[in-house]
């Protein structure tokens, strides 16, 4: 099965500090994605990839920057945390457009911007 | 523009009894799949379905099943005996293309209660 790994279950930050979420996946797939969860809101893309050094923002890219400097590993940055950043943030690997796999989840980190 | 709409926030159901959650979705598309996932409170989100446009036939993984419905863009899920250990969060997702790529469209999630 595949894993996927979030750094952090639960995380505590200040407005203004640069916070980093770190995603780690083992099946070598080539996409990877960063969601926020918000009660009512189900599942909103913040920035995906497809490969190493390549990026695509999704619907809420705004506040965020994404690095996948490794095909494992795919990290979401907060350049300057603020209040309404605070949510519930999942980290997603998938295979190839063409196959009918899922993508795979890690357990989430509940971040809140204090 | 693709979304997908899951319109019942909450549902609750006896144990061992059937219930249904509900799913629409609007697409231009003729060749997508779609997901039902679930995730169980403080743990993984995890699949628990999938749909293939071009398949007449309707998924089933036990006592998990969908009403694929293509002309009228729904997609239901069926739980049959419910279970204490299917509570959850259920999110319905339409996987579209972007590019040479994909993306999933996620509905907002039905809270599924079930009762002892």
């Known amino acids: 099965d595949v894993k996927v790994t979030q750094s952090s279950r639960y995380l505590v930050k200040r407005t203004g500090e640069k916070v980093f979420l770190e995603c780690v996946q083992d099946?070598?797939?080539?996409?990877m994605f960063w969601y926020r969860q918000d009660p009512g809101l189900g599942l909103r893309l913040i920035y995906f990839?497809?490969?190493?050094?390549?990026?695509e923002k999704g619907d809420i890219p705004e506040g965020y920057s994404v690095s996948r400097e490794k095909k494992e590993r795919f990290s979401l940055i907060l350049e300057s945390a603020s209040t309404n950043q605070t949510s519930m943030y999942l980290c997603?690997?998938?295979?190839?457009?063409?196959?009918?796999?899922?993508?795979?989840f890690g357990d989430g980190t509940r971040l809140s911007i204090l | 523009a693709q979304t997908v709409t899951q319109s019942q926030p909450e549902m609750s159901v006896q144990e061992a009894e059937t219930v249904t959650l509900s799913c629409t979705y609007d697409?231009?598309?003729?060749?997508?799949?779609l997901f039902w996932y679930k995730q169980p409170p403080s743990r993984q989100m995890i699949l628990v379905i999938r749909?293939?446009?071009?398949k007449q036939q309707n998924a089933t993984e036990n006592r998990f099943s969908v009403n694929f419905q293509k002309a009228a863009k729904s997609f239901s899920l069926k739980i049959s005996d419910s279970q204490l250990g299917d509570a959850a969060m259920y999110f319905c997702?339409?996987?579209?293309?972007?590019?040479?790529?994909?993306?999933?469209?996620w509905g907002a999630g039905t809270k599924l209660i079930i009762k002892p």
């Open positions: 997603g690997a998938a295979d190839r457009l063409y196959s009918n796999q899922p993508q795979h």
């Open positions: 099946m070598d797939h080539e996409n």
């Open positions: 990839s497809y490969d190493v050094k390549m990026k």
């Open positions: 697409t231009s598309e003729s060749d997508y799949y």
């Open positions: 749909q293939e446009a071009y």
């Open positions: 997702a339409y996987r579209r293309r972007l590019g040479s790529n994909y993306q999933l469209i």
